[in-house]
């Protein structure tokens, strides 16, 4: 039968194909979590979990030529990764941040922006750049950790591709 456990590790074949799912599930999941043993400067935070959540948006760049024909009005889509870098773990919960709260804050501050045209969220000509949009992203989730966090401390990397 095709249901009989597997000599070699006695998992039934459906159990080891949904295992097989749950461990592809988890290697792609949009979550980053590592430790580094780094000499560079990345030593001094090695705790690292991240984020990532994606978002849509339509922009120009004000018809600016150093932009060529990018700088009419034309859509983008982003994936946005945050990473919150830490020396410690949070004594008790062992971790760098709690993963909820981190997702949820950068659902709320990309919520913002999300299939949003730029040139009105940003009506005083402001070139929006992909460099612009980490910086105003970044801006916003340290502004809700520092609200709502009490317990992290670290460094916030956002980064837009």
Request: aromatic letters at 8%.
């Amino acid at each position: 039968s095709t249901d009989t456990p597997d000599a070699t590790n006695g998992i039934s074949p459906p159990i080891a194909r949904m295992q097989q799912h749950l461990n592809s599930f988890f290697a792609s999941a949009l979550l980053l979590l590592f430790a580094t043993s780094d000499t560079s400067g990345a030593a001094r935070l090695p705790f690292t979990l991240g984020v990532r959540d994606s978002l849509m948006i339509a922009h120009s760049f004000h018809n600016h030529p150093s932009f060529g024909p990018a700088g009419g009005m034309h859509g983008a889509t982003y994936t946005c990764d945050v990473e919150f870098c830490s020396s410690n773990l949070v004594e008790g919960t062992n971790w760098v941040i709690d993963i909820g709260k981190a997702s949820d804050i950068l659902s709320a501050v990309l919520s913002k922006y999300n299939l949003k045209n730029l040139d009105e969220v940003f009506p005083n000509g402001e070139m929006t750049t992909t460099e612009f949009m980490c910086k105003i992203i970044h801006d916003g989730v340290a502004a809700r950790i520092r609200e709502e966090v009490a317990d992290f401390r670290g460094e916030i990397r956002v980064k837009l591709w």
